[in-house]
């Protein structure tokens, strides 16, 4: 079983719509977590940075994580077409860094 | 964008020539990670430093070496490339202090072993 399971999509949505990204782990051990996006032959760029369990709000975006179903989620308000990237979720348990393998996200205009 | 460039950002080669990819940082940052990136896997940790001279193996450094002879530039080196090292390779940095820092990566090397 993988550390960090994410559903590769992909999703395609049109613009305006609200988007939802998730991952699921195993390690109880994780206390930070990271939502990433790539685009197309870049590098990733961090987006969002929690820690422990709660909501955290950055504009258009919103991270969620709740330690008791080992499951973390981010979500696109009034998604734009430069929101088309892949989405990576990261954990960590302080010694290592997990990644999930990347959503790829499509939104139409 | 965090100081991070990588370099050759592409690069083709045959079986069984050493290759060496560089990644130099103007951050200062103690740590830095060699990773590939391939479809299907996602990002998978080669090698990492934690100081000049002190690294440690990833989930996957079989057929890799790295080298830190200073803080900024952190050296990949595959001895005798073979075509299932055909990737794209990151390099990231973190924290000044802390492990438990987020990551910022490179623009990445895209590398054909044929």
């Known amino acids: 079983q993988k550390e960090v399971e994410q559903d590769p999509g992909p999703l395609s949505v049109p613009e305006g719509a609200i988007v939802s990204l998730n991952c699921t782990y195993s390690?109880?051990?994780?206390?930070?977590f990271m939502w990433y996006r790539q685009y197309s032959r870049k590098g990733p760029e961090l987006l969002m940075y929690?820690?422990?369990?709660g909501n955290k709000e950055d504009g258009r975006f919103t991270a969620q994580v709740d330690k008791s179903s080992k499951y973390i989620s981010l979500f696109i308000r009034d998604s734009q077409p430069s929101d088309s990237a892949t989405y990576l979720c990261?954990?960590?348990?302080?010694?290592?860094?997990?990644f999930g393998t990347g959503t790829s996200l499509t939104v139409i205009p | 964008d965090a100081g991070i460039t990588q370099s050759p950002r592409h690069k083709v080669t045959e079986t069984g020539t050493p290759v060496t990819l560089r990644c130099h940082q103007t951050?200062?940052?103690?740590?830095m990670y060699w990773y590939r990136q391939d479809p299907g896997h996602g990002l998978r940790l080669i090698h990492y430093?934690?100081?000049?001279?002190?690294?440690d193996k990833g989930e996957v450094s079989d057929g890799y070496s790295v080298s830190r002879s200073k803080t900024e530039d952190f050296l990949l080196t595959l001895e005798s490339a073979t075509s299932s090292q055909t990737s794209v390779y990151f390099c990231?940095?973190?924290?000044?202090?802390?492990?438990?820092?987020?990551?910022?990566f490179g623009p990445g090397t895209r590398l054909t072993v044929l």
């Open positions: 951050e200062n940052h103690r740590y």
């Open positions: 990261a954990m960590t348990t302080g010694n290592q860094f997990y």
């Open positions: 430093s934690y100081g000049v001279k002190d690294t």
């Open positions: 929690t820690y422990s369990s």
């Open positions: 390690n109880s051990a994780f206390q930070y």
């Open positions: 990231a940095i973190s924290g000044s202090t802390s492990f438990t820092d987020t990551q910022y």
